[in-house]
């Protein structure tokens, strides 16, 4: 029932589209002067305030300002759909994305990898399906009939990657979950299931440790579901018409920020504010693709079936 093809998830509808093309035909990339700084975009981080999220990034910002020369200004974006539409439309620079709104930019020629974070020799993490102790669930098969939160539409381990598991266990999640709350972010998946407004939830294994580690949560009154395939980690991207002088050097210095003058280990951080090891730019777009496998039946169809039964109650 819902096999399109990756290629047709789309963050804007197709008129808004039309009216983004001539902002994004003027606009030009800044060059990272300081009368004209690198523009960078962070989609809202799991359970941070805006002003959380940008002192999140600022130290490593910060850092390659020291060494480089280049100046930065950081905003955090509404949405995912709205950091996308950032980069569509010219009016940014660089962008922190989740992978599947990353995959929407580069769909629309908006957007190539910059650097991915690196935590234990690894830039992957893990989506999760979770649990009330009370709820009667203890694998994907008992989900039939329950009530089940996740988070924005466009984001990647709170909405595709939990949709993607229970289809991959035949689970029709618009005609067999009992009703479906879509909660707008990882923490609110993990607050309603928490408070038991629902049966289950779809977040990131980060946001549940976060959750846990920060008493949010008590683990003992939720079980792990299901735990997806390693996903790489939410990517940093560059505008593809930024000077490529400027995206050498950008990725020179994220492979050595770890290294870099004015910056401590405990200020280089990654998705959801934890601490990462540093950052590597010896990324490739194929395991990206790759990654984009993982919720290819999650397309506009789907999402837009998951929308409607939410808003029945």
Avoid at 155 to 178: K, N, R, W
Avoid at 250 to 276: A, S
Wanted: aromatic share 6%; glycine share 10%; proline share 6%.
């Amino acid at each position: 029932m819902y096999l399109k093809p990756l290629a047709s998830i789309k963050p804007l509808a197709a008129a808004t589209l039309l009216l983004a093309l001539p902002l994004a035909a003027m606009a030009t990339q800044n060059d990272g002067s300081a009368d004209s700084p690198l523009r960078v975009i962070l989609v809202p981080a799991d359970g941070g305030t805006e002003d959380g999220t940008r002192r999140d990034f600022q130290p490593v910002f910060s850092a390659i300002e020291q060494v480089t020369g280049l100046q930065f200004d950081i905003k955090v974006g509404q949405s995912y759909g709205s950091v996308v539409e950032a980069m569509c439309n010219g009016v940014a620079d660089i962008a922190w994305f989740g992978p599947l709104s990353y995959l929407q930019a580069r769909e629309q020629g908006c957007a190539e990898l910059l650097a991915l974070a690196v935590r234990d020799g690894g830039s992957v993490y893990y989506s999760g399906l979770f649990a009330h102790a009370d709820s009667g669930i203890e694998t994907l098969a008992d989900f039939p009939g329950k009530r089940v939160a996740l988070g924005d539409v466009n984001s990647t381990s709170s909405f595709a990657v939990p949709l993607a598991m229970m289809l991959e266990a035949d689970i029709d999640p618009v005609t067999d979950l009992g009703a479906i709350n879509m909660a707008g972010s990882h923490a609110n998946v993990l607050q309603a299931l928490a408070e038991g407004l629902v049966d289950a939830g779809g977040a990131s294994f980060d946001s549940y440790e976060r959750a846990v580690n920060g008493g949010s949560i008590d683990p003992t009154r939720i079980t792990v579901v299901a735990k997806s395939e390693p996903i790489p980690y939410p990517p940093l991207a560059i505008h593809p018409d930024v000077d490529g002088a400027v995206k050498a050097t950008l990725r020179d210095v994220f492979n050595r920020i770890d290294q870099l003058p004015g910056i401590t280990p405990e200020q280089i951080r990654g998705y959801g504010g934890g601490r990462v090891d540093g950052y590597t730019a010896d990324v490739s777009e194929e395991v990206m693709t790759k990654a984009g496998e993982m919720f290819e039946r999650v397309n506009d169809s789907l999402k837009q079936d998951i929308i409607r039964k939410s808003s029945v109650r």
